[in-house]
Protein backbone atom coordinates (compact mmCIF):
# COMPACT_ATOMS: atom_id res chain seq x y z
CA UNK A 1 0.00 0.00 0.00
CA UNK A 2 1.35 3.04 -1.14
CA UNK A 3 1.25 6.13 0.85
CA UNK A 4 -0.09 9.66 -0.37
CA UNK A 5 1.26 11.49 2.35
CA UNK A 6 4.40 13.35 2.16
CA UNK A 7 7.08 13.71 4.92
CA UNK A 8 10.18 16.30 5.20
CA UNK A 9 13.15 16.45 7.18
CA UNK A 10 14.48 20.55 7.66
CA UNK A 11 17.42 20.90 8.99
CA UNK A 12 18.37 24.37 10.90
CA UNK A 13 21.39 25.75 11.68
CA UNK A 14 21.99 28.11 14.77
CA UNK A 15 24.80 30.41 14.93
CA UNK A 16 25.65 30.74 18.85
CA UNK A 17 28.84 32.89 19.80
CA UNK A 18 30.37 32.75 23.14
CA UNK A 19 33.14 33.37 26.02
CA UNK A 20 33.21 30.16 26.94
CA UNK A 21 32.09 26.75 25.27
CA UNK A 22 28.60 25.30 25.12
CA UNK A 23 28.37 22.62 27.91
CA UNK A 24 27.72 19.41 25.96
CA UNK A 25 24.56 18.80 28.47
CA UNK A 26 22.78 22.10 27.20
CA UNK A 27 19.69 21.21 25.12
CA UNK A 28 18.04 23.51 22.35
CA UNK A 29 15.90 25.68 25.25
CA UNK A 30 18.87 26.00 27.36
CA UNK A 31 20.82 27.52 24.47
CA UNK A 32 18.02 29.39 23.30
CA UNK A 33 17.71 30.89 26.82
CA UNK A 34 21.53 31.90 27.38
CA UNK A 35 20.81 33.75 23.83
CA UNK A 36 17.91 36.02 24.92
CA UNK A 37 18.62 36.24 28.77
CA UNK A 38 22.34 35.15 29.13
CA UNK A 39 25.79 35.40 27.53
CA UNK A 40 25.32 33.88 24.31
CA UNK A 41 24.84 35.38 21.02
CA UNK A 42 22.60 33.33 18.32
CA UNK A 43 21.41 34.10 15.00
CA UNK A 44 19.35 31.76 12.27
CA UNK A 45 21.90 29.95 10.01
CA UNK A 46 21.07 27.67 7.32
CA UNK A 47 17.93 25.88 6.38
CA UNK A 48 17.74 23.25 4.46
CA UNK A 49 14.61 20.82 3.48
CA UNK A 50 14.02 17.72 1.95
CA UNK A 51 11.49 15.33 1.27
CA UNK A 52 11.47 12.03 2.32
CA UNK A 53 10.11 8.52 1.16
CA UNK A 54 7.83 6.64 3.42
CA UNK A 55 11.36 4.29 4.15
CA UNK A 56 13.44 7.29 4.50
CA UNK A 57 11.25 8.34 7.27
CA UNK A 58 10.71 5.37 8.88
CA UNK A 59 14.32 5.48 9.10
CA UNK A 60 14.65 8.51 10.36
CA UNK A 61 12.59 8.46 13.04
CA UNK A 62 14.68 5.19 14.62
CA UNK A 63 17.66 7.00 13.78
CA UNK A 64 16.32 9.48 16.18
CA UNK A 65 15.38 7.23 18.84
CA UNK A 66 11.53 7.43 18.36
CA UNK A 67 9.64 4.85 16.04
CA UNK A 68 8.30 4.85 12.28
CA UNK A 69 4.82 4.40 14.05
CA UNK A 70 4.87 8.15 15.25
CA UNK A 71 3.39 8.81 11.62
CA UNK A 72 1.78 5.37 11.12
CA UNK A 73 4.35 3.66 9.32
CA UNK A 74 5.39 0.78 9.20
CA UNK A 75 9.67 -0.12 9.46
CA UNK A 76 9.22 -0.32 6.00
CA UNK A 77 7.80 2.66 5.57
CA UNK A 78 4.31 1.74 4.57
CA UNK A 79 1.27 3.31 6.38
CA UNK A 80 -0.12 1.39 8.56
CA UNK A 81 -4.08 1.37 8.90
Given at each position: MTSNKKFYKTTI???VLSENPIP???DIPQIA???????YSMAD?????????GK???DAL????SE???FQLNDMG????
Open positions: TLIDEFFEATEGDGERVQVELTEMATEQGPGFVEQE
